[in-house]
């Protein structure tokens, strides 16, 4: 089998599938080389074995602790990689992997006192990292909290109840649900009252979140209001949420190529190897323009992080929030990562 794309190199081969809830599973890979990671990284995965679609999963597994490296993934209706990755692939498959990437991880954060919000899936660098201080650091206490939907959603049930049971002494879980809520403090949405009861010696903790990004910007203000230093706060950047969700996008309708109109309200993305323009909405992602005009471009993290959509800008007015993985020559040469290109006027690619 050969590899699909230079970004995955790693081929690895299925174990096993635990089904952990109701819509996520664990896939257990047996990784015929040696493969480095640190506890709360991610890694892309080539979809279908193709090098046109990749998605970033985090490895739910610990270096140096698991037999197995992991990923645990949550089926989206309408998420190929997901349904691809939890109802086609079976025991026995080979999937490619990157190399692992990111920088959320508690590997080389000096600290004792943890503090580790997640919602929903975002529990799974929080496994990795909570099973590895636990084991690497006998100082380490650490305390979690996860919100879920209701009690089925629970992640890693059984693993916390062991770890709770290994650990009675460093590890405190606090499981959030969202249902029923009979406005006790741990039911119901997180808020800034009840994060302040919980842990009130939350100013002492390194403070560590992942979940959807409206759960992790409130995380970050309740944080601050706290008073946690931004120097011990962290949060995971990627995210697999739709870009339909980007405000530029709601009236949106792709124009038809080389038809297009533009007027206040939009900007031409002209694509010099196709000499074709399009007219996409102004403020809009490069990633969101292309995606929406079918043109091809391979985004795995969405957020800045994995370098996967790196395009090349001739020319054009556009800000970026990240160049995280682009080299100084390829800044000079205009590369950007399209995910984190947002367009504020005409902008030509190569
Ligand atoms: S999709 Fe990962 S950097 Fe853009």
Known sequence: MTMPTTLCPNRMQ????????????????????????DPGQFALVSIENSGDTLRA??????PGLSPFITITVRRLDNGMGSNWLTQSVKPGDYLWLSDAQGEFSCANIA?????MLAAGCGVTP??????????????????????????QQVIFSREWQYLLGQYPQQLQLCIMQGSPDRGEITQGRLTQ???????????SRVVMTCGPAAYMQ????????LGVDAANFFM????????????????????????STENSQTVMLKV??????????????LLAAMELNKLPVVAACRAGVCGSCKTQIITGDYTQSSQMTLTAEEIEQGYVLACSCQLRGNIEIA
Do not use: C
């Open 218 to 225: 409130n995380v970050q203000n309740f944080a601050t209001e």
């Open 193 to 203: 009252q009840k994060l302040a009861a919980l842990v009130p010696d939350i100013q």
């Open 272 to 285: 010099r190897h196709q000499l074709t323009d399009y007219s996409v909405p102004v403020g809009i992602s």
């Open 126 to 151: 929080i496994m990795s990292m909570v099973r590895w201080l636990l084991a690497n650091k006998p100082s380490a206490n650490i305390k979690v909290l996860f919100n879920v939907r209701d009690e």
């Open 57 to 62: 999963y985090t490895l739910s597994s610990s």
């Open 111 to 115: 600290h004792d006192n943890y503090l």
């Open 14 to 37: 299925v174990h096993s599938v635990y089904q952990e809830t109701p819509d996520v599973w664990t896939i257990n890979l047996i990784n015929h080389d040696f493969y480095i990671y």
């Open 236 to 259: 995971e950047r990627f995210s697999t949420e739709p870009l339909l969700s980007e405000p530029a996008l709601t009236e949106y309708k792709p124009s038809e190529a080389g038809k």
